[in-house]
């Protein structure tokens, strides 16, 4: 069996999908791409049991079969070898694959493509569907907020809820949430899912730069995207999420306003006098001043900037996260952001003034004890 | 050679360290607390049979009791002893105090340990005598602390230290530059830090007794016999020692174990014992407002056979998170059906800072709980509440001998 491709075309199919490949599978097939080649179409794609992607592309062949490649041989080989149409050659019956280039020939061996695990379907499926530009931007805005502590699987995804009027994608670690809506994608029945992190930066990634349409299909097991010739099927954590809404505290009477670059700047540089390991820093908010503050008590090191901001409430003080913070205001896109709080010992909410039309989005850190000195 | 003068070597190397040490110290502080105890044969250890001497008074040493000695074996010796379990905390506490003493007046120096201090006070006596200096500051601490205190003044810390021991009790001492030697020389090798009973055992059957019989032999022959150690025994009986003063040494963990009167297989007692020792472990962590990133549980079964097992959190100093890794650890750890001797809790890789609370598993009344605890605690001592979880199944085990070990390394 042979067929011609454009060896750049190829590679760039290949680039979407080839994140999905762990360096150490649990079986071995998993190494590989599964071709699948079916008159003038080729099917490529990379499993780790947990999630499958696939991708289709254009080929110059008249006949039909499949076979397992070795993904990073393959993945080098077409990264080095200058654009060029190339001639695949296929040998089913000893399992091997020819590549003839200008620049030489090169053979693959492969396996049988019947070891590849089969890419499970979705069955009983609910469906929406979502501009590219709107998935992207609720990717981007939570998956930063995603734990990776394994013990809790639940916190490792996001979470995403539909209902009839709004989705909300929710990330959190613990220490920190990220609540984001888009009142421009619903559903008529009300149903949630938890999208392991891995699967939405491969979303992310493979996501095409002009606005088109994605397709999610999913049952309470997997989830299916599909959008323009890429598909990812990914299976869910399957866990129940934390009461989030029940920790979103609504008397939070304390404000400052405040630009967010000015913030994220001093908090930059005060970070670097925190504790290395711990990153805390202190805010003392006065009438309509706010200093942070930071010491690093085994070097002797310590840092401290007055900011003015917006503030109507109580003068406080109370400890962050300086790490956490910093990667909180790094994905708000606003000017000015909007912090109340209540307690020092209690949730602080953080929100940009600015919003997209069909956005709202509201973020949320929890403090560090500070000893009242 | 007017060039080389400005490179003075022998004034660079010249040093004055001064080495002080609270004389029988956890028992200054008991007689200060309690002024009939004084003059009185004093040993501080366990109660239990197992315990072991912690301290004694310079009277119990009369009677041949010394430190680490069985308190069975010290009664023995010494019936009309007064036994004292101790108060970690009231010596931490004075101890503090001496230290902001020191503080304030000396420009550099090492806290060597809850007792013994090292003061580099090279250069001083440019303005005023060293020893002078020392000297005021020495009874400076005995008038507001009164405690009494024993010093050393040399060039170096080893022999500074060892003027300390020949001064004490409550005394001073200073060995002039250039003198270290011939001040060595007589002394028994015992004398010498680092020499303990086995080195000296060992140098004994030599033939070695003082200081001077072991600098006239030659470097390599106790290399021979000792190894590495062979070179530094014999830089020190010559008075050599080039280790500096550190002014600080950051406490790296924090631990505490118990050694059970009886030897136990109760896993409900062992486990609200751990759960009892971590509890106190992860206050005093919050007090000095520090964090930790990693657990170790280790145990000792009757026949000395010792295991532990460790591991790693992100930092917190949370009791409920820290008790349930402890038991956790413990339950992976005790694996025979062997009788336990000791159980011991250890805290390490601390930084500062304080609990970054949690959004779903922290609620506000349990933050609150923690807090209220905590400023009882400070208020009214470590011991004056404790989960009931943590209350000791059997009440014999009470006087279970329970000690703290502060280490720097």
């Not at chain 2, 009939?36 to 912690?54: F, K, M, N, W």
């Amino acid at each position: 069996m042979k067929f011609i491709v454009s060896s750049s075309q190829l590679l760039k199919h290949l680039n979407y999908i080839n994140g999905v490949i762990t360096t150490n599978p649990v079986v071995p097939i998993l190494e590989n791409f599964l071709f699948e080649i079916e008159k003038d179409s080729l099917t490529v794609i990379a499993s780790d049991l947990n999630m499958s992607m696939i991708t289709e592309l254009e080929i110059d062949c008249n006949e039909t079969g499949s076979i397992a490649v070795p993904a990073k041989i393959l993945i080098e080989t077409l990264r080095n070898l200058p654009d060029q149409p190339i001639t695949v050659s296929i040998d089913l019956d000893t399992y091997s694959l020819e590549i003839s280039s200008d620049n030489g020939r090169f053979r693959l061996a492969c396996e049988n493509a019947l070891d590849f695990p089969k890419v499970p379907e979705v069955s009983n499926a609910s469906s929406i569907n979502i501009s590219t530009e709107a998935l992207a931007n609720a990717i981007t805005n939570t998956i930063f907020a995603t734990s990776s502590d394994e013990l809790r699987p639940a916190m490792t995804g996001v979470f995403m809820k539909l209902s009839e009027t709004n989705t909300t994608f929710v990330s959190t670690d613990g220490h920190r949430m990220v609540r984001y809506r888009r009142v421009d994608v619903a559903s008529d029945e009300e149903s949630s899912i938890i999208i392991p992190r891995k699967a939405l930066n491969m979303l992310k990634n493979s996501l095409p730069a002009e606005n088109t349409n994605v397709n999610i299909e999913f049952n309470p097991s997997h989830a299916f995207f599909r959008f323009d010739k890429i598909r990812l099927i990914c299976r869910l954590i399957d866990e129940r999420y934390p009461d989030y809404e029940n920790v979103i505290p609504l008397d939070n009477n304390n404000l400052v306003v405040i630009r967010k670059s000015d913030l994220l700047s001093s908090l930059k540089r005060i970070s670097i006098y925190a504790n290395k390991s711990t990153n805390q820093v202190r805010f003392k908010i006065t009438g309509s001043e706010l200093q942070i503050s930071a010491e690093d008590l085994d070097f002797s090191n310590e840092a401290n900037e007055r900011l003015s901001c917006m503030h109507d409430g109580e003068d406080i003080e109370i400890g962050f996260n300086a790490k956490l913070l910093i990667e909180l205001l790094n994905n708000l896109q606003s000017a000015e952001i909007s912090i109340k709080l209540s307690e020092p010992n209690r949730a602080a909410l953080i929100i940009p003034k600015e919003m997209g039309d069909n956005e709202d989005i509201l973020t949320l850190a929890m403090p560090v004890m500070i000893s009242s000195r | 050679m007017g060039a080389l003068k400005l490179f003075n070597t022998t004034d660079a190397v010249s040093r004055s360290v001064l080495h002080m040490d609270l004389d029988a110290f956890f028992v200054s502080v008991e007689c200060l607390r309690d002024r009939r105890l004084s003059g009185r044969p004093l040993i501080i250890g366990g109660r239990s049979d197992r315990g072991v001497v912690a301290a004694c008074s310079y009277e119990a040493r009369t009677f041949g009791v010394h430190s680490a000695m069985p308190v069975k074996l010290a009664l023995q010796l010494c019936p009309d002893a007064l036994i004292i379990s101790g108060d970690m905390e009231a010596y931490s506490r004075f101890s503090g105090m001496v230290t902001e003493i020191i503080r304030e007046s000396a420009p550099m120096f090492e806290k060597a340990s809850i007792d013994e201090f090292y003061l580099d006070l090279t250069g001083m006596d440019r303005f005023f005598g060293c020893y002078q200096w020392a000297s005021e500051l020495r009874h400076r601490i005995m008038k507001e602390t009164h405690l009494p205190i024993s010093m050393g003044l040399s060039i170096n810390k080893l022999v500074s230290k060892v003027a300390t021991g020949e001064a004490k009790p409550n005394g001073q001492a200073q060995v002039v530059k250039g003198e270290e030697r011939s001040f060595l020389a007589p002394l028994s090798v015992r004398k010498i830090p680092m020499i303990g009973k086995k080195t000296a055992d060992f140098l004994y059957e030599m033939g070695i007794t003082r200081v001077n019989t072991l600098c006239e032999m030659p470097v390599e022959m106790l290399e021979a016999a000792l190894g590495k150690n062979g070179r530094i025994l014999w830089n020190r009986a010559h008075g050599i020692d080039n280790s500096p003063v550190v002014p600080y040494v950051e406490r790296k963990s924090i631990s505490t174990e118990t050694t059970f009167e009886n030897d136990t297989i109760d896993v409900k007692k062992l486990r609200s014992v751990i759960s009892g020792m971590t509890e106190k472990l992860a206050f005093l962590l919050r007090k000095e407002n520090k964090l930790t990133a990693c657990i170790s549980v280790k145990i000792r079964y009757s026949d000395f056979e010792t295991v532990s097992r460790q591991s790693r959190l992100s930092y917190t100093s949370s009791d409920r998170v820290l008790i349930g890794r402890a038991l956790d650890l413990f339950d992976k750890l005790y694996s025979k059906r062997l009788m336990i001797r000791l159980v011991g809790v250890r805290l390490s890789e601390l930084a500062y800072g304080s609990y970054q609370i949690s959004l779903f598993d922290d609620t506000e009344e349990e933050i609150r709980l923690n807090d209220a605890m905590d400023r009882m605690r400070i208020k009214y001592g470590a011991s004056v509440l404790t989960r009931a979880s943590s209350i000791f199944a059997d009440p014999a085990t009470q006087h279970a001998d329970t000690q703290e070990l502060y280490k720097s390394f």
